[in-house]
């Protein structure tokens, strides 16, 4: 969540679309991107494989929470 904000991912969300990104980012990241949450938790760093699943899935949560 933090990273989204930091890095301009909200910028353009109304300030109501902003708990429902959050919610949507946990649950892709308890599903559908599961490895992704786990390298994270494993790795304890941002490394450029991380950064850009990231990228990836704060991208898709941002277009379904428009």
């Given at each position: 969540m933090m990273?989204?904000?930091i890095n301009g991912y909200?910028?353009?969300l109304?300030?109501?679309?902003?708990?429902?990104?959050?919610?949507?980012?946990?649950?892709?990241?308890d599903t559908t991107h599961?490895?992704?949450q786990d390298q994270i938790i494993s790795?304890?760093?941002l490394n450029d494989e991380i950064e850009e699943?990231?990228?990836?899935?704060?991208?898709?949560v941002v277009e379904e929470v428009k």
């Amino acid at each position: 969540m933090m990273y989204a904000g930091i890095n301009g991912y909200l910028d353009n969300l109304d300030v109501s679309a902003i708990l429902p990104f959050e919610t949507a980012l946990y649950e892709k990241l308890d599903t559908t991107h599961s490895g992704l949450q786990d390298q994270i938790i494993s790795d304890k760093k941002l490394n450029d494989e991380i950064e850009e699943g990231m990228k990836k899935v704060i991208a898709e949560v941002v277009e379904e929470v428009k």
